[in-house]
């Protein structure tokens, strides 16, 4: 006999409640209150090379010459340095799928599916499960490092850091009480952030929001076709920008690019055998 499919579970509120406040009597907020290294930590530089290891070799220098422009570069690189150093500090057993390096530069304007302007984290290369609290720690880590990077005064970088921790308590609170599908379609949508920045900002940082704004916009993937290809002899090719861009006959002899081409269009060609009739046409030239 097949096993049992498992029956998820959907605690009330209440029960959610009491979870996370039986959560925090074994790991109370005091816990995460300070930041010691630990006796064996590893040496940051040897985490980054070994990383380095399994990268590709030509775009490593570019990775540590942005790093080193300055401490929030060096933090926008450090993901793995501030994940080692977590691993070995009090957390909790409230996991969720973490975004993996939610520093506030990862966060910004795109387009939804429905073309509308939102708001919102824009990179899940290091997406994993973990204790929900990393991701908020490396948030608001990002601000304050960032508020000192920029020169801000001690009291405007507390009351930022204050405002990032108590938004997201608050954003938290409000999606708890929410039903599902009404949390899968929530948004911060561009037009609220504009309203914000109209009724509490300067008009100097409206201007600058509305700028940031009408930047997204432009973003779209005819201008990334664009950027990233050129006509060749009639045909559309990818753009070589080396160390960035390589194209694959640019890194492999003629016999390898052959039977990796060849391959491709066997992905492609078994794709295309999965698809409805009308859609199945559009990939028939390939």
Not at 270 to 280: E, F, I, K, Q, V
Request: charged share 30%; proline share 6%; net charge positive.
């Amino acid at each position: 006999m097949s096993p049992k499919p498992a029956v998820a579970s959907h605690p009330s509120v209440e029960e959610r409640t009491e979870r996370g406040r039986g959560t925090r009597n074994g790991v109370p907020r005091s816990a995460h209150a300070a930041w010691a290294p630990a006796a064996d930590r590893r040496d940051p530089v040897d985490l980054l090379e070994e990383q380095a290891a399994t990268r590709v070799p030509e775009l490593v220098p570019l990775r540590y010459g942005r790093m080193l422009v300055s401490p929030f570069t060096f933090y926008r690189g450090a993901a793995r340095l501030m994940a080692a150093d977590l691993a070995g500090q009090p957390r909790t057993d409230l996991t969720t799928q973490l975004c993996g390096d939610a520093h506030l530069s990862n966060f910004g304007y795109f387009a939804a599916p429905d073309r509308t302007m939102v708001f919102d984290i824009n990179d899940f290369d290091e997406t994993l499960p973990g204790p929900f609290e990393w991701d908020l720690k490396r948030l608001v880590a990002s601000f304050a490092i960032a508020g000192r990077d920029r020169g801000f005064a001690k009291k405007a970088r507390a009351m930022v850091n204050l405002e990032v921790g108590r938004s997201y308590r608050e954003g938290m609170r409000g999606h708890a009480a929410e039903r599902n599908l009404d949390n899968w379609y929530s948004r911060v949508q561009v037009e609220d952030i504009l309203a914000r920045a109209a009724k509490v900002g300067t008009k100097q940082q409206l201007k600058r929001a509305q700028g940031n704004i009408a930047k997204a916009r432009s973003k779209d993937s005819l201008r990334a076709f664009t950027k990233l290809t050129e006509a060749v002899s009639g045909n559309v090719r990818i753009r070589s920008d080396p160390p960035v861009v390589v194209p694959i006959q640019e890194l492999v002899h003629d016999e390898d690019h052959r039977a990796l081409d060849e391959a491709l269009q066997t992905v492609i060609r078994s794709y295309r055998a999965t698809l409805p009739g009308d859609r199945r046409r559009l990939l028939e030239r390939f």
